[in-house]
């Protein structure tokens, strides 16, 4: 389904309220939303964890591409945002919180590794360090062989793969404005 005009009004108020915080200028395309669901395997028993799903395209893709909405946490910063996700995917477990601190946020929950990560962070607004931590705490919370996928508008991955992983690009997606790049990190050992 397109964006909402409503959305995309949603999404202008929050670039401009934060603009470091939502980092694009428009929400993600159907195309590049279809990019990074294409990353996760549905036939992958667990849940899926995404990171900050703005108003929710990625979401919805990952939703058309088989994953049942009870299998995603969606973390988002954006009050106004998680708010918006979860009016959208009742079905969804929504959490309002810091990705980048994903111990705090989660909790210690039940300890089960996640099926995939997918991100619309705007990684290149933070600092290279904030990045690393972040993408290699997201990859000890994975299963072994699942995806961390991240898009961003580089021309190089967001960080280099870090120790023990891979990092591919996936998809560039010129249907996008700008066009992106899906980047998929993977554990290697």
Not at 52 to 67: K, M
Not at 148 to 177: D, T, W
């Amino acid at each position: 389904m397109p964006t909402t005009t409503a959305e995309h009004l949603h999404f202008l108020k929050g670039l401009l309220a934060r603009p470091k915080n939502v980092g694009a200028i428009a929400p993600s395309s159907p195309a590049l939303s279809q990019a990074i669901a294409r990353q996760v395997d549905p036939s992958v028993a667990g849940p899926v964890l995404e990171l900050g799903p703005g108003t929710g395209v990625v979401t919805e893709a990952l939703i058309e591409r088989g994953i049942a909405p009870e299998r995603i946490t969606a973390i988002e910063y954006d009050p106004d945002f998680a708010k918006m996700v979860a009016e959208r995917f009742p079905r969804v477990n929504v959490v309002q919180g810091d990705a980048f601190d994903l111990k705090k946020t989660l909790g210690n929950g039940t300890g089960e590794s996640f099926a995939a990560i997918v991100s619309g962070l705007p990684l290149l607004n933070h600092p290279v360090e904030r990045r690393r931590a972040l993408i290699e705490g997201a990859l000890a919370k994975l299963k072994p062989g699942a995806p961390y996928v991240q898009f961003s508008y580089g021309f190089e991955p967001p960080i280099p793969a870090p120790a023990g992983s891979s990092v591919k690009r996936a998809a560039l997606v010129l249907m996008n404005l700008p066009p992106a790049r899906v980047w998929v990190y993977r554990k290697t050992v």
